[in-house]
């Protein structure tokens, strides 16, 4: 009687997801929802952390021709001098349909993580007239009156108290 065929070894487990994001000349302002790594930064750029907590701080990362880690619900402003290029954020775990975004009083930044570089997500429970997002092309703010955002950016939004905004994608 011949021997049984030995079981299939099982698919390995994934490193992670990759999200694409496209970094303009300027200051870009990306929102990682998991913590994981950005690469591909070229040396032209200088990027920073922000933590968006009780000290509303600034700290440059020093970035190398590899990968660097990056917190959870973080948001991260590189600023480019040269052409536009493609980074990489990798991160395990699977991202949230719908989530709270808490926020303290005064100017916090929210965002959203998606695969597909075109989505976008409406937020609920927000003040009006609060919402900005930065352009790098011009070098301003742009008051977002309809509530929706773009995926993997950081948005600016001022609170006047502490409370909670709702992230759900379209």
């Given amino acids: ?33 998991s913590e994981g790594s950005i690469s591909n930064i070229n040396n032209n750029s200088t990027t920073y952390e922000y933590a968006n907590d009780d000290t509303y701080t600034y700290t440059e990362k020093t970035i190398t021709d590899g990968p660097t880690n990056v917190n959870e619900k973080s948001v991260y402003f590189i600023n480019n001098e040269s052409n536009s290029y493609d980074i ?15 926020v303290n009083s005064g ?32 070098n301003k703010f742009i008051l977002i009156n309809n509530n929706i955002i773009e995926a993997n950016m950081g948005y600016w939004i001022k609170a006047t108290d502490s409370s909670s905004i709702t992230v759900i994608p379209n």
């Fill in 107 to 138: 100017w916090n930044i929210i965002g959203y993580n998606s695969t597909d570089p075109n989505s976008t997500a409406s937020l609920s429970n927000t003040e009006p007239n609060t919402l900005h997002k930065y352009d790098p092309s011009t």
């Fill in 1 to 33: 009687e011949p021997a049984p065929e030995p079981a299939p070894e099982p698919a390995p487990e994934p490193d992670g997801y990759t999200i694409t994001i496209n970094i303009l000349p300027g200051m870009n302002i990306i929102y990682t929802w």
């Fill in 88 to 102: 990489s954020y990798v991160y395990t775990g699977s991202l949230p349909t719908n989530f709270d975004c808490s």
